[in-house]
Structure formats: C-alpha cells, structure tokens
C-alpha cells in the first residue's frame, strides 16, 4: 500500500474514533439550561475529557515503542465506543458526565498519537514531514464532523438522539484498521524497564521547546472549542441573526477551516522557518483573541468572521509545533517522545477550558459581553508563552 493511500485511510480512521469529542461542546447551550451549569462546570467537563487524554495518553504512546501501534489503537476504539454509549445513556448532570467524558478523552489517547506512530513506523522518512501535517491536520476535521454530527442531528431529532449517535464512528474505525492495515513487529523494542524512563525526552533541549509551545497551543485551542457554540448562542441572541445561519454548521465550518490552516501553517514553517511562524501565527492569534468576545453585540456576521479568522490562526501551528517534536527525536524514541508530548502538551487542553469557566464566571457569567471579552483575553494571552519556549529549540 502506498504512503498517501495508507495515511488518507488513517485520517479517516482518525476522523471516526472522534464521533464523540463534541458531545458535551456542541451542546453546551443545552446543558447549561437543563442542567444548571456554571460556567467552571462546564469547563470542568470538558476539561475531564482532555485529563483522561492526558493521563492515559503517556501509558498509551510510550507502549508504542514495545509493541505494535496497531494494537493499541483498536483497544482506543472500543474505549471510544464505551464513552460515548455511556455518556449518551447515563449522563444526567454536571457529576455522572464527568466520568464518561474522561472515558472517551483516555480513548482519543490510544487513537491519536499511537495513529500517529503507527503511521510513522510505515511510511519512510523523507515522507514524514509532509504526512504527518495531514494527519495532525485531520483533528480539526474530526472535531469539526462531531460538531456537525451532534449539532444537526439535535436540531433534527433532539439531544438525546444526539448524544446516540456519537457511538456510530468507532466500529467503523475500528474496520477499517482490521482490513487495511497488517500487524508490524517493532524490531528494536524499548525494555520495559526502560519504557517508562522520559530522562531521554525530557533532556532533548529541541524537543521540549516544541513541547512546551504545545502546552501553549492546546491551552488556547481547547478553551476555544469548548465554548465556540456557547460564544455564538450568546451572540446570535444580541442581534438580529439571519435565520438561516445555523450555530451548529458555523461551528462546524470554523473547526474544520484547522485542517487546511494546519497544513498551510506547516508548508510556512517549511518556507520561513518553524520557529518563525510558529511565533508569527501565535502573534495574530493573540491580537483576534484579544477582541473577539467584545464583538458579540456587533452584527452576527462580522462576529462568525473574526471568531472565522481566529479558528483558523489557533490551527495554524499545530502541525508544525507536533512535526518539530517528532522530527526532533531518534526514530527509536519516538514513541516516548509521542507520550511527552501529550502529557504535557495536553496539560493545556486539560488546564485551557477550565480556566477559561472560571475567567467567564467571575466576569458575569455566560449571559454576559465582559465576561466573554475577557474569558476570550485571557485564552489568548497565554499564547505569549509559546514564542518563548520556542527559544529551546535553537
């Protein structure tokens, strides 16, 4: 099988097991009518899904440099397929969606960045760089799918048929690993007593600075998803909105807008230099961040525009800063260095939303234009730190 042929059938496989990502995101408005939810408990939620991401996805990423990928990418799968049956049948308020939110996060674990190694370890190298941006790339377009999935199936047959039909990605998924792809022996596996050992990551001076811009990254971009639909309820309700404009499909369309962002942002990283437009990309980030949450009054279309330009700029650098640490490790650590990179990368998609919940609090609450000024402020700021964990990797 070719390269392109096996890392578009991964994507889709990808884009499949995160059926389920916008379960609670896409219906946040909801949640917050019937089940009387703060802002903080709303970012908690969603914070639950990117702690199970976090805190299985070093277990599940480093087991790629002992065994093959492949495997635990299915055992994801199911996982996948369990979080969102059980968030669709037995969550009913802020305590019993905790613990299904954190089941479906430690399974886009296993599916993720393991799909990632396991389409490394069969790819050659001089393809990588290019190979890896398409599928980093294809997050957005999952996410942007399950928005649309939840958004319109709820407009047109009610949440709960909603929330079911998130079980429908993972089986299929799961298919097409066991029908396209064949087992791989890793021929130079890590001991286990060493499996577990990141001293190796953790002194790669290059790798850490991608690293940490990742925790930047996934900070912003994860605060941003998980209120995007709110944002845009509050402001379809402050004007006189077309009805035409579906809050469900502008969501969609915003995610998935990251795709071709993330891969245009890393054929700049390729031009100019990664370091250069990572920081050049972070930079405009900030300066949109900074004045999106005020525009909610305007008129709706202006405000679907820069909320628009801002998911675009958020996605930009992930392909670029994933494919830095990656290309930045020996071949035979990449997995350990897949499991860094999660782990304190997506700190920051565990960090990002809950603290965005409480700056929304404390400001007003989610009814009120200052508190999504600066909810979407202090999202932003916390890109100034990227740019300088950059600086690691010269």
Known sequence: MSSLKLTLLLCLAEILFMTAFATFPALTPYYFDHWDLSGTEAGWINGAFFLGFTLVGVVASTLTDRIDARSVVIVGGVAAFIGAFGFAQLSSDFWSALPWRFVSGAALACTYMPGLKLLTDRIDNREQSRFIALYTACFSAGSALSFLLI??????????AAV????????????????WTDPKVNQAPRSWRQLLNFKIVLRNRKTMGYVFTYFCHTWELMAMRTFLVAFLAFAHTQTDAPAWMDISVIAAIIIFLGLPSSILGNELSMKIGRQRAITLIMGLALVTAAGLGFTANLPFVFVVFIAAIYGILVTADSSSITSGAVLSAPSENRGVTMAV??????????????????????????????????MFLSVGLVSLFGPLALRMTR
């Open 151 to 160: 958004g319109q199936v709820n407009t047109w047959l009610g949440v709960e």
């Open 341 to 374: 990179h999660s782990l304190i990368g997506f700190s920051g998609a565990f960090a990002g939303p809950v603290v965005a919940g409480i700056v929304l609090d404390f400001g007003g609450g989610h009814e009120s234009l200052t508190a999504w000024g600066f």
């Open 164 to 179: 079911y039909s998130a079980v429908i990605g993972p089986p299929i998924a799961i298919f097409i690993l066991l029908t």
